[in-house]
Nanobody, 126 residues
Framework: QVQLVESGGGAVQAGGSLRLSCAASGHTFSSYVMGWFRQAPGKEREFVAY????????YYADSVKGRFTISRDNAKNTVYLQMNSLKPEDTAVYYC???????????????????WGQGTQVTVSS
């Protein structure tokens, strides 16, 4: 059974940093794209970032580009999201996601992913 478990969320002041982790179990995702999404209160879930299987390619939403960094450690079956210069508008539940297959496209879309974690809350105060 595939499980994705996020951790590292919390409450910080604007300008602060957090590092989220997503540990996968039940399947080895070292050959798969992994993604991060977020959902703010009253809003739809939106794309944040994804990373290629090797970590050599990354892609970010414009709203987080230059502030967030996605990375992965395939030996640990874990993907990370380093979040710097946090803003109140970054407040959301953050989810990691993985696809069922290694092939695919449009990794910035939710429908590209089959497995989701339970989410971790990030709250940024002004």
């Amino acid at each position: 059974q595939v499980q994705l478990v996020e951790s590292g969320g919390g409450a910080v002041q604007a300008g602060g940093s957090l590092r989220l982790s997503c540990a996968a179990s039940g399947h080895t995702f070292s050959s798969y794209v992994m993604g991060w999404f977020r959902q703010a209160p009253g809003k739809e879930r939106e794309f944040v970032a994804y990373i290629s299987w090797s970590g050599g390619s990354t892609y970010y939403a414009d709203s987080v580009k230059g502030r967030f960094t996605i990375s992965r450690d395939n030996a640990k079956n874990t993907v990370y999201l380093q979040m710097n210069s946090l803003k109140p508008e970054d407040t959301a539940v953050y989810y990691c996601a993985a696809p069922r297959h290694a092939y695919g496209s449009n990794w910035y879309l939710q429908r590209a992913y089959d497995y989701w974690g339970q989410g971790t809350q990030v709250t940024v105060s002004s």
